[in-house]
């Protein structure tokens, strides 16, 4: 991965699966590697492919109220 990156890479995907350390722990497997922007803690996980092509991993949609 760069060790610097010029600009924010586009499109940026975000994924939203049922089980977000499941899927983060996949993607990894997978050859994913985490990122540190500063970001902190997040209810999202950042990840980036083995070309640094970064991706969300989103943590679980909430409830919406029934009418």
Do not use: T, Y
Not at 40 to 60: K, M, R, S, T, Y
């Amino acid at each position: 991965m760069p060790d610097s990156k010029a600009a924010k890479n586009r499109p940026h995907l975000d994924f939203r699966p049922d089980d977000q350390g499941a899927e983060v722990e996949r993607k990894l497997a997978l050859g994913a590697s985490k990122v540190n922007i500063g970001q902190g803690e997040q209810p999202w996980v950042l990840l980036a492919d083995p070309e640094g092509n970064e991706f969300c991993i989103l943590g679980p949609r909430k409830a919406s109220p029934e009418a």
